[in-house]
């Protein structure tokens, strides 16, 4: 009865989020946009913060009605999240750098910031709603059920096979995401926070975007302030998917997963068995991590 009960959740959760993004951008948006006869460009804008808003208030929603407790990892973490997005930069800055010396990427052209602010609005917005889902969702509510481990693997494949649809696959792109959904889920385990978390998750994508190379197959490189061009093997350079399919950047993600999980067990952050099975929740962060 318990693992029903757990599985309608994770099915009330899921349609909670998805579906307040179709009400919003089927149903209230367009009444807004009548109602105040928006241009196409200010309709963009109040739409994509219209979802952002709904998203978040039927998460929080959800968590208050429905688990009965207050949503704790939605509270403001500012210095944490500040800290994430530094990180985000870091962490893909490694890879890419590493690209820029070899020689498989070299700066082209600058271009101006004329596209820039549309395309990291949405990049925000989607890394919110993905940390929503795949973390705040699928994680945690897999791991009171399982435990952190298998909470840990199975949203970390799932995240990976969601993007499979995207263009410029190659033989090892699902472990490779995969191994990317391992690092965030790691962060949102350490920290029990989905703004750090998303925080580093949208850095890390902007950084991508920023300098002129295709991100997960999404390719804005037409809107990006940097050219950049790509010499040498699609094994190192991540072809058209981007450099998170690059040989570099699995050696990267095992590396910064791996320190994480270090960090998590260090801080008694995971669980065994499942909530109910341990008998005990993961342990807030202490003041170390605040």
Same mark, same amino acid.
């Given at each position: !009865?318990?693992?029903?009960?757990?599985?309608?959740?994770?099915?009330?959760?899921?349609?909670?989020?998805?579906? *307040?993004?179709?009400?919003?951008?089927?149903?209230?948006?367009?009444?807004?946009?009548?109602?105040? #006869?928006?241009?196409?460009? /200010?309709? *963009?804008?109040?739409?994509? &913060?219209?979802?952002?808003?709904?998203?978040?208030? +039927?998460?929080?929603?959800?968590?208050?009605?429905?688990?009965?407790?207050?949503? %704790?990892?939605?509270?403001?973490?500012?210095?944490? @999240?500040?800290?994430?997005?530094?990180?985000?930069? +870091?962490?893909?800055?490694?890879?890419? $750098?590493?690209?820029?010396?070899?020689?498989?990427?070299?700066?082209?052209?600058? =271009?101006?910031?004329?596209?820039?602010?549309?395309?990291?609005?949405?990049?925000?917005?989607?890394?919110?709603?993905?940390?929503?889902?795949?973390?705040?969702?699928?994680?945690?509510?897999?791991?009171? &059920?399982?435990?952190?481990?298998?909470?840990?693997?199975?949203?970390?494949?799932?995240?990976?096979?969601?993007?499979?649809?995207? *263009?410029?696959?190659?033989?090892?792109?699902?472990? &490779?995401? /995969?191994?990317?959904?391992? !690092?965030?889920?790691?962060?949102?385990?350490?920290?029990?926070?989905?703004?750090?978390?998303? +925080?580093?998750?949208? *850095?890390?994508?902007? @950084?991508?975007?920023?300098?002129?190379?295709?991100?997960?197959?999404?390719?804005?490189?037409?809107?990006?302030?940097?050219? &950049?061009? /790509?010499?040498?093997?699609?094994?190192?350079?991540?072809? @058209?998917?981007?450099?998170?399919? #690059?040989?570099?950047?699995?050696?990267? !993600?095992?590396?910064?997963?791996?320190?994480?999980?270090? $960090?998590?067990?260090? %801080?008694?952050?995971?669980?065994?068995?499942?909530?109910?099975?341990?008998? %005990?929740?993961?342990?807030?962060?202490?003041?170390? #991590? =605040?």
């Amino acid at each position: !009865m318990f693992y029903f009960r757990q599985a309608l959740k994770l099915c009330a959760a899921a349609a909670c989020v998805a579906g *307040s993004v179709a009400a919003y951008r089927f149903l209230l948006h367009p009444a807004i946009e009548a109602a105040l #006869s928006l241009d196409a460009e /200010t309709s *963009s804008i109040v739409r994509r &913060t219209g979802i952002f808003v709904s998203v978040v208030l +039927a998460y929080a929603a959800f968590v208050r009605f429905y688990e009965r407790r207050p949503p %704790r990892e939605l509270a403001p973490r500012w210095v944490w @999240t500040l800290v994430a997005a530094a990180a985000g930069v +870091a962490s893909i800055g490694v890879t890419l $750098l590493a690209l820029y010396a070899t020689g498989h990427y070299r700066v082209v052209e600058f =271009r101006g910031f004329a596209g820039v602010a549309d395309v990291l609005s949405q990049i925000a917005i989607a890394a919110v709603i993905e940390e929503l889902a795949f973390r705040g969702v699928l994680f945690r509510i897999v791991e009171e &059920t399982f435990g952190s481990a298998a909470a840990l693997v199975g949203s970390a494949v799932v995240f990976a096979v969601a993007h499979l649809a995207n *263009s410029g696959l190659q033989g090892f792109t699902l472990v &490779t995401i /995969t191994l990317v959904g391992v !690092m965030w889920a790691g962060i949102f385990i350490v920290w029990r926070n989905l703004w750090v978390a998303a +925080a580093h998750h949208c *850095s890390w994508n902007a @950084t991508i975007f920023l300098i002129g190379v295709p991100l997960s197959g999404e390719d804005w490189r037409a809107q990006a302030p940097l050219a &950049t061009s /790509t010499h040498g093997s699609v094994l190192w350079t991540g072809g @058209t998917f981007g450099p998170e399919d #690059s040989l570099i950047n699995i050696a990267v !993600m095992i590396v910064l997963g791996g320190g994480l999980l270090w $960090l998590a067990r260090r %801080r008694g952050r995971l669980v065994r068995g499942g909530v109910v099975a341990s008998g %005990r929740r993961p342990a807030a962060p202490g003041p170390q #991590s =605040r």
